[in-house]
């Protein structure tokens, strides 16, 4: 490994060869351990964020470090032409958290890739090709999912892209029953819009996409690469409010940051699904299915469900006394502070300076917490001292 000799030229080299699309902050972090990273320079942050709500467990959880070293030095990959024993428990340990009517996964590598997969079998099993999405919905950035993404800038300067998108006001049941009919496919949604700014829908909403999208014979589509794995103090938003849609999205957290995708279905949709008609090279390779069975066994033996949802009671109760704060919005440690003013980038910049590494959503009014799902009240409070030194 050649080694890096100055600060400065970790960031240099980065700018040199990497095409310039992402806005980074100004430091570069070489280690991590639960929720906190650390840079070249030996700065301490608190990681509000997550690596972007994919560190479920925490930097270098010993246990993910383990398993993921483990599989490395039996077997770093093989296709999905073998059977193995990694990906068979990552697969068996998935589908046992999921809510029971999801019996089947297909592993895919990244969110865009699952919600690509679950839209194309949508359209494939109904023959149809209309696809109902949001408003302020994110899903990702290749073709299928960008058209179905509700947040216009990305979508911007490629067009057309898919045929048969329309989009629906967010939380708005009256909107969606007048775009549904018979040649509706799907509704997929983002159970919680976390890009559009945190923003969650009463339950009769849920509840009447269900009964809506089964009257015309669509699926409903939970895109919960970011509400599932735990973060909402639940494994997944699946099966709450009595709801449980035909397919569930899932990528970011569950593998504790290997890159690992998945789709979760029902046996009926997973019965109609022919060999050779889903693949994917990477696909529940062995390394990241380690990971994800680690990360499942993680969670579950320090409690880290009860963790959020213990936790994060206490952090959305004390942030909504500050007094800069207009609302706070979410589920778990999918949290959103929306600040009296509007400007959530100040904010950001503020608790940067304080060593503390927090997220923007496309409402810029809108700042996201994602910590790892380890974040404990020590942390917590810890955090809330330094808004109020802050003033905030
Ligand atoms: N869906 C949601 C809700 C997301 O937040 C994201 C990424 O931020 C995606 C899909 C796309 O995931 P990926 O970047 O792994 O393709």
């Not at 997944?236 to 290997?258: E, N």
């Not at 409402?363 to 001292?385: A, K, M, N, Q």
Request: net charge negative; charged share 25%.
């Amino acid at each position: 490994m050649t080694t890096l000799p100055q600060v400065e030229s970790v960031i240099d080299i980065e700018e040199q060869y990497q095409v310039a699309t992402y806005k980074k902050f100004p430091f570069a972090i070489e280690r991590g351990e639960d929720v906190w990273v650390f840079t070249n320079t030996g700065d301490r942050y608190l990681d509000l964020y997550g690596g972007h709500a994919v560190v479920s467990t925490g930097h270098s959880h010993p246990k993910i470090v383990k398993a993921i070293a483990d599989q490395a030095s039996r077997l770093i990959f093989y296709s999905n032409l073998v059977y193995n024993d990694a990906r068979a428990r990552a697969a068996k340990a998935l589908v046992e958290i999921a809510p029971a009517e999801l019996t089947k996964t297909f592993f895919v590598n990244s969110g865009t890739e699952a919600n690509e997969n679950a839209l194309k079998i949508a359209r494939k099993l109904t023959g149809r090709e209309k696809v109902i999405s949001f408003e302020g919905g994110f899903h990702g950035r290749t073709p299928g999912s960008l058209a179905a993404t509700g947040i216009e800038k990305y979508r911007d300067g490629i067009s057309p892209l898919l045929e048969g998108h329309v989009y629906a006001p967010f939380g708005d049941a009256a909107s969606v029953e007048a775009m549904l009919d018979e040649r509706t496919a799907a509704v997929i949604l983002e159970p919680i819009q976390s890009m559009g700014g945190v923003r969650m829908a009463e339950p009769s909403f849920y509840q009447a996409l269900r009964e809506m999208v089964d009257n015309v014979g669509a699926m409903l589509i939970y895109d919960e690469v970011q509400t599932g794995m735990g973060r909402t103090g639940e494994w997944f938003f699946a099966g709450r409010c009595g709801v449980v849609p035909d397919m569930v999205t899932l990528a970011k957290g569950i593998a504790s940051g290997v890159p690992m995708g998945a789709v979760l279905m029902s046996e009926h949709i997973a019965g109609e699904i022919r060999s050779g008609d889903l693949g994917a090279t990477f696909g529940g390779g062995p390394l990241a299915a380690a990971a994800l069975e680690a990360t499942v066994e993680v969670i579950r033996d320090e409690r880290l469900l009860e963790n959020v949802r213990e936790n994060s009671e206490y952090l959305l109760g004390e942030l909504k006394k500050l007094p800069a704060v207009e609302e706070v919005r979410g589920l778990g440690y999918l949290i959103g502070i929306r600040f009296k003013g509007g400007d959530a980038k100040r904010y950001q910049k503020g608790l940067l300076d304080r060593k503390i590494i927090t997220g923007l959503a496309d409402d810029v009014s809108v700042l996201r917490l994602l910590p790892p799902l380890t974040l404990r009240r020590l942390e917590i409070d810890w955090f809330l001292g330094q808004l109020a030194q802050l003033g905030i």
